[in-house]
């Protein structure tokens, strides 16, 4: 276990770290440290299902922080933080779209709101960077960049939050020996993701691209018209590339295709 913590904390960059059973185990650790009278931001968009399912079991009053296709809109977030004791996102933004991490983390800071960054789809990027989050919460799920199948991790700044956080550990050893082996393999699989990202951002460069520029996993394409959907999908059933339809919560809520880079294994 603690090669597991010594090598997440050098990635995560958080001095405070516990491997869970599940992704959605540290999200909901987290959600419940926030005060009885505030509330819960979650983005409207580039999200995970958890940051609305959860609050709504937990009884946790939550709002929507709006978004300019899936990154956080400042200006809103300026608005809204003034009443919020947390604020939840994903870097990179649905798994394409790059966050302003320093503008956000300032702007919570000067109202008392805690940052819980998910870096379910940046662990191991320049985007995972724990000195902007004061709990950073990860999934080792499928189709992660972790993807041992399972577990999740936790992480705080300081030991004061850290304290505060109410978790079951993992203790299956053949799970904590996936994970292991899947954090030594982490730089091979996001190299061999992003070529296969930066492939089809060259071959679709004639269409929509949602922030081509930006680190990211999946491949998000607007469409205007039928004959565009058609096309996009046709590439991808020849190149058996997985893909998904928006206006998903999790993606974009536009109309667009999402390309699922992140699904495909060497």
């Known amino acids: 276990m603690m090669e597991i913590i010594t090598k997440l904390q050098k990635l ?7 491997v869970t059973e599940r992704g959605n185990s540290a999200i909901e650790a ?12 979650i983005p409207e968009e580039g999200g995970w299902l958890s940051y609305e399912k959860l609050p709504k079991r937990l009884n946790i009053p939550f709002s929507k922080v709006k978004c300019d296709n899936a990154k956080i809109n400042l200006n809103d977030l300026k608005e809204q933080v003034k ?3 947390m604020f939840i996102y994903q870097n990179p933004g649905g798994y394409f779209a790059e966050q302003p991490m320093k503008e956000i983390y300032q702007i919570c800071k000067e109202h008392g ?3 819980v960054l998910d870096i379910s789809g940046s662990i191991g990027t320049e985007l995972c960077d724990g000195d902007y989050a004061d709990i950073t919460v990860c999934s ?9 199948k399972g ?18 550990e993992l203790d299956e050893e053949e799970q904590l020996f996936a994970i292991e082996q899947h954090l030594d393999l982490l730089p091979k699989r996001i190299k061999f993701l992003q070529e296969k990202r930066q492939q089809v951002i060259k071959d679709l460069k004639d269409f929509q691209i949602v922030y081509p520029n930006d680190i990211g ?7 205007s018209t039928d004959e565009e959907k058609e096309k996009i999908i046709q590439y991808c ?11 998903r919560y999790i993606r974009l809520q536009s109309k667009a295709i999402s390309i699922e880079i992140k699904q495909l294994t060497e």
């Open 151 to 168: 577990g999740g991790c936790i992480s705080a700044k300081d030991k004061t939050t850290f304290d505060l956080l109410k978790f079951e």
């Open 83 to 85: 009443n919020a004791g």
């Open 140 to 148: 080792f799920g499928e189709w992660k960049l972790v993807e041992a």
């Open 12 to 18: 995560i960059n958080h001095p405070h770290i516990a």
């Open 237 to 247: 059933e020849t190149n058996n590339l997985p893909h998904r339809p928006c206006p």
């Open 217 to 223: 996993f999946v491949v998000v394409i607007k469409y």
């Open 30 to 41: 987290a959600f419940k440290t926030i005060p009885e009278s505030k509330t819960l931001l």
């Open 113 to 115: 709101c805690l940052v």
